[in-house]
């Protein structure tokens, strides 16, 4: 089997060594080169010189002689892909005559060898129009399917600069086809989409690209902290900035196994740990576990924000000593707020006084309307045991895990107003 396979080999060079040869004859014998014949010398002992063929098929190119210079130049491509003018030529006439997966395999052959930066500005361009046109794309799809070296570099630039819904089918189809995708290359696509305020498009592309095989993603993900953050809204952000510090790893002692630790300096405005969440309008609750240490000043507290508005709907009790159960209510307004920020908020203190806190076990259920009753202004939540009487904005539920604990006193107007104030550093760590 072996040996027919090599004597097909050698029949297949003979046959374009001939061909070589043919068209080589035929170009040393022209009378009408207007920059002189090819040097017979090379060709002539060597008729398979690939430098030699290259330099006479891109002047039978510049004659208009195009057939014989693609024959010629085709083959010197099947020979070496390390040819830089042969590639380019054969990349732009590929793109010409309509054949795409010859085109991008040469593009491959160029970016390949692109060690010093050079080429990928000049061809990044042309690969990010392809991703916008229907009748290129699955071409250019099934290239980057092969994950050569610089497809990391190229769907991030795709990201960033690309035709958003070309961009959006062809990460979809990578992760359909190759199984998700690395985050870094993903990522700056969502955050481009979710900076700009498109929030349902951005979790749309999100789930496509990040989660193609789960078909029921939750409203709130990683409750459990088991996951690590892909770099977009959509999973746990880690603090930012000076003060601050968040890690997910083993819960001290108590009703969880794995929780959000957050070291805060009690002083700072830190961006702390966020999540995005796009719903249709309801009502809901969220509710986790918590622990913070040492006792102290009250400086760390959960609420959902929308995005849009930038409208606190739900703020609960700051976190106080040892484990206890926290839950708020939240009502999504009918109309501007298509997606809600449930985030970390720090509550800045005169002097520094660090605090250490544990989250864990996030939970989000719906929230049916009978268990709402308006009353004035607000609205009445009834649960098993008691009723509170909230503000839609300002809607507090904490109830400790041990009997004899007192649920903490709602937040002082003072630290609402520096919490008002701290609202749009919340979201500069998200975005830059």
Known sequence: MRATVRRLDAALALMAAGLALLIVRSALTSPDAPDGPASPTGLASDPLDLPALRDLGLRLDRRGRLAEADAILGFVGGRTWRDGPTQVWLLRRRLDQGRYPEAFESADSLLRRDADGTTRPNLFPLLIAAAADARTRPALVERLAAAPWWRGDFLRALGVQGDVAGARVLFSALARGTGPLAPD????????????????????????????????????????????????????????????????????SGPAVRALRVDYDGYSSPGLPAQLLVDAPRRYSVSW????????????????????????????????????????????????????????????????????????????????????????????????????????????????????????????????????????????????
């Open 289 to 432: 576990v918590e622990r913070i240490e040492p006792p102290g000043p009250e400086r760390l507290s959960w609420r959902v924000r929308c995005a849009d508005t930038n409208q606190v709907l739900a703020r609960a009790a700051p976190a106080v000593a040892g484990w206890r159960e926290a839950m708020m209510t939240v009502a999504t307004p009918a109309s501007g707020c298509a997606a809600q920020w449930l985030e970390l908020a720090a509550e800045p203190g005169e002097r520094r006084a660090a605090v250490t806190a544990w989250f864990a076990a996030f939970r989000l259920q719906p929230v049916p309307e009978s268990a709402f009753r308006k009353v004035g202004t607000g609205f009445r939540i009834r649960r098993a045991q008691k009723q509170n009487l909230e503000r839609p904005s300002d809607s507090i539920t904490s109830a400790p895990l041990q009997k004899g604990h007192r649920a903490p006193a709602p937040l002082r107007s003072a630290q609402t107003v520096r919490a008002q104030i701290s609202t749009s550093r919340a979201n500069e760590h998200f975005f830059r």
């Open 185 to 252: 290359d993903y990522a700056p696509f969502i955050n481009r989409l979710a900076s700009a305020g498109d929030y349902e498009g951005a979790y749309g592309a999100w789930r496509s690209i990040a989660r193609p095989a789960d078909p029921a993603v939750p409203v709130l993900r990683d409750g459990d902290f088991t996951a690590g953050s892909d770099h977009t809204p959509f999973t746990w952000s880690t603090a930012a900035g000076a003060g601050a510090s968040s890690e997910a790893g083993a819960a001290p």
